[in-house]
């Protein structure tokens, strides 16, 4: 049986956040990434086409970058990218809290530079 998710808020600078709950009712995928992984990278790309072709339908794709240097490295992710969704940042204890309390079924995919683990 499906139950809320708990909140979540991800900045897109500029003092604004876009939260979880603005698209109640729609099924939303939430990407935590980083913005310099490749697979990261390939995954907005894979997302940017569900969002087209889903969002009529009611897909909401949001994406959060989780390292570090997130908001410097952001505005050039995005001109690169060009998601059709928001994609913001957090640091990575927002994104554990909230994944502790995943509302259904969740896949992630964390690359570091010397090795790869998938859950």
Same mark, same amino acid.
């Given at each position: 049986? =499906? ?11 500029? $003092? ?8 109640? $009712?729609? /099924?939303? /995928?939430?990407?935590?990434? #980083?913005?310099? @992984?490749? *697979? @990261? ?6 997302? +940017? ?7 009529? !339908? $009611? #897909?909401? /794709?949001?994406?959060?970058? &989780?390292?570090? &240097?997130?908001?410097? %490295?952001? =505005?050039?992710? &995005?001109?690169?990218? %060009?998601?059709?969704? =928001?994609?913001?940042?957090? %640091?990575?204890? /927002?994104?554990?809290?909230? #994944?502790? *309390? =995943?509302?259904? #079924?969740?896949?992630? @995919?964390? +690359?570091? !530079? +010397? +090795?790869?683990?998938?859950?």
């Amino acid at each position: 049986m =499906p139950r809320q998710s708990p909140e979540l808020a991800i900045n897109l600078g500029g $003092g604004k956040q876009v939260l979880l709950s603005q698209y109640q $009712g729609k /099924v939303v /995928v939430v990407a935590f990434i #980083l913005t310099w @992984c490749p *697979h @990261c990278q390939k995954t907005i790309g894979y997302l +940017s086409k569900d969002q087209t072709t889903y969002g009529p !339908r $009611g #897909l909401q /794709v949001l994406a959060s970058a &989780i390292e570090d &240097i997130a908001r410097t %490295n952001l =505005p050039a992710f &995005i001109r690169q990218f %060009n998601p059709p969704f =928001p994609v913001g940042f957090d %640091n990575q204890t /927002v994104a554990i809290d909230w #994944l502790e *309390h =995943p509302p259904m #079924l969740i896949r992630t @995919c964390r +690359s570091w !530079r +010397s +090795s790869t683990a998938r859950a």
